[in-house]
T-cell receptor, first 116, second 115 residues
Framework: KAGVTQTPRYLIKTRGQQVTLSCSPISGHRSVSWYQQTPGQGLQFLFEYFSETQRNKGNFPGRFSGRQFSNSRSEMNVSTLELGDSALYLC???????????????FGSGTRLTVV | QKEVEQNSGPLSVPEGAIASLNCTYSDRGSQSFFWYRQYSGKSPELIMSIYSNGDKEDGRFTAQLNKASQYVSLLIRDSQPSDSATYLCAVENVGYGGSQGNLIFGKGTKLSVKP
């Protein structure tokens, strides 16, 4: 079966712009989580969506937002980009939230965002 | 602040040896623990999960959990050059209402297996 699909794979943006990243989870998976990965901080949790509702949010500024659609596809948006937002953004899906941490995540290939 | 600590490495072992990767965590309420492998330029891949104290074996991999000591480890037997990667320890984030639905990751240990 198809895995977690993230688009685009690479993005270059300038400071002040905004960006939208997309994630299609594994078919049947209703929970989608987003993480930011940088060399210095490692994997940092952004937010988690289940059935179109944000269930949990990490410690990121309000410039980072997301949403989930009825087909479980999810988007995250970063407004007013800063140089420090350059990172690999990973989407992870799991079957459903209550068991998300029992079965573990399946990660997408990620979107590499570079802010110049 | 909940934390998951790992030695950053690099940990270098010869081919055929046992590689031992360690992880400590701060939240005593955590019940689910995971090891992910991440090759350079790739996304993390789940290789082991463990929920009970003791050992869990899967092929060349053995995960060990000691909740009293808040310690998780991963042993890789008969290490191969293809095992060279960064290994991430991840722990369930638990709050007052139970699982928060996300994992807290360590920063990873870079393993290098020399032929």
């Amino acid at each position: 079966k198809a895995g977690v699909t993230q688009t685009p794979r690479y993005l270059i943006k300038t400071r002040g712009q905004q960006v939208t990243l997309s994630c299609s989870p594994i078919s049947g998976h209703r929970s989608v989580s987003w993480y930011q990965q940088t060399p210095g901080q490692g994997l940092q949790f952004l937010f988690e969506y289940f059935s179109e509702t944000q269930r949990n949010k990490g410690n990121f500024p309000g410039r980072f937002s997301g949403r989930q659609f009825s087909n479980s596809r999810s988007e995250m948006n970063v407004s007013t980009l800063e140089l420090g937002d350059s990172a690999l953004y990973l989407c992870a899906s799991s079957l459903h939230r209550d068991r998300a941490t029992i079965s573990g995540y399946t990660f997408g290939s990620g979107t590499r965002l570079t802010v110049v | 602040q909940k934390e998951v600590e790992q030695n950053s490495g690099p940990l270098s072992v010869p081919e055929g040896a046992i590689a031992s990767l360690n992880c400590t965590y701060s939240d005593r309420g955590s019940q689910s623990f995971f090891w992910y492998r991440q090759y350079s330029g790739k996304s993390p891949e789940l290789i082991m999960s463990i929920y009970s104290n003791g050992d869990k074996e899967d092929g060349r991999f053995t995960a060990q959990l000691n909740k009293a000591s808040q310690y998780v480890s991963l042993l890789i037997r008969d290490s191969q050059p293809s095992d060279s990667a960064t290994y991430l320890c991840a722990v369930e984030n638990v709050g007052y209402g139970g699982s928060q639905g996300n994992l807290i990751f360590g920063k990873g240990t870079k393993l290098s297996v020399k032929p």
